[in-house]
């Protein structure tokens, strides 16, 4: 009788998970974007979060956390419950935590739900700058070591890590100056407090076009159609080819232990808004290229971009935990 009654309710306890996911969401979400206001990751969340609620028929509450190159808001989403009321909204930074010693975890730790795309990186100096290319700047670096200003995000963030990588083959010995994110970093540069900063193209874009920035180098092999006449970073180190292409990126995250379900059910939501027309068309008109990537495309495209970021660091001695001891392969 008892066994029976174990049973009954075991099986009533099941059907009722099953409701409450079907329902789901069945209240606001709480997403979480670990980096200030008026960045390009802020700028991509909160122009894809329309399409997002359309699809799974439900509030996405952004909340800037910003702080310790992501790890603040990246931490809260993993300290939360996992039922699927709280995701991340964040970029590639945690990919390099292990290295940097940041934190013990990186996006292995998490369910990715998509890796919607991929940005250029622009080198950028205050539209008044004295150089003209990078090469030029490099030039100045190389005659007067520490003495010119790089914005930065923190170690791991966008523009320390384009550092390092420049580092593992030339040298450029600079002052970092730090910022919550490459908003306040934007206008530290057209402030000219700062002499040059690495940037996505979907943060630098309009206000180069418009001649608030002046672009010296895109990270590439070659020209990219959206800043013609902008020399690749190859024309001024040659060497830097063997960790192309890179670029950061964009992706939504929950926490490992959600229901499966509900992580099926935000994954086709975030699939469907990502092809949404429109938000490619924002994402062409903001620089960067589109991904959409779920699934075992999702894991080893973040797999690649660690190993090829992660070992470019070692190399130029800009962290000393060498990857292999945890866990990343050379590529």
Do not use: C
Not at 155 to 180: C, Q, Y
Not at 228 to 233: C, D, F, K, R
Not at 300 to 320: D, I, N, P
Request: hydrophobic share 45%; charged share 20%.
């Amino acid at each position: 009788m008892i066994k029976k009654l174990l049973v009954a309710l075991s099986l009533s306890a099941g059907v009722l998970a099953t409701a409450a996911h079907a329902d789901y969401p069945d209240r606001s979400i709480q997403a979480v974007i670990p980096w200030g206001a008026g960045g390009a990751t802020d700028n991509v969340m909160r122009s894809l979060t329309p399409y997002v609620e359309q699809e799974l028929g439900g509030k996405l509450v952004l909340n800037n956390r910003p702080g310790g190159t992501a790890v603040i808001g990246s931490t809260y989403v993993r300290s939360q419950r996992p039922n699927g009321y709280t995701v991340l909204l964040g970029a590639e930074n945690p990919q390099l935590y292990p290295v940097l010693g940041l934190a013990d975890f990186d996006y292995s730790d998490f369910h990715t739900v998509n890796v919607i795309g991929q940005n250029v990186v622009v080198i950028a100096a205050n539209a008044d700058a004295r150089w003209n290319t990078l090469r030029e700047l490099l030039a100045e670096a190389h005659e007067k070591p520490n003495t010119l200003r790089m914005g930065s995000t923190g170690a791991g963030g966008l523009p320390s890590t384009v550092n390092a990588m420049i580092n593992a083959v030339d040298k450029l010995e600079v002052r970092e100056v730090t910022f919550g994110g490459d908003g306040p970093g934007i206008t530290a540069l057209m402030g000219n407090h700062i002499d040059f900063m690495s940037l996505s193209l979907a943060a630098a874009k309009e206000l180069i076009r418009t001649g608030k920035l002046k672009a010296l180098a895109v990270l590439s092999a070659e020209e990219v159609p959206e800043l013609p006449g902008v020399e690749p970073i190859t024309t001024a180190l040659p060497a830097i080819a063997e960790y192309l292409p890179w670029g950061p990126f964009w992706g939504v995250f929950v926490h490992k232990d959600t229901p499966d379900d509900i992580k099926q059910k935000l994954g086709d939501a975030y699939a469907k808004a990502v092809a949404n027309p429109e938000f490619q068309s924002f994402l062409k008109n903001f620089g960067a290229h589109s991904l959409n990537l779920q699934g075992e495309e999702a894991e080893q495209f973040l797999k690649r971009w660690q190993s090829v970021t992660a070992w470019s660091m070692y190399k130029a001695k800009a962290v000393e935990i060498s990857p292999d001891s945890v866990g990343i392969e050379k590529p």
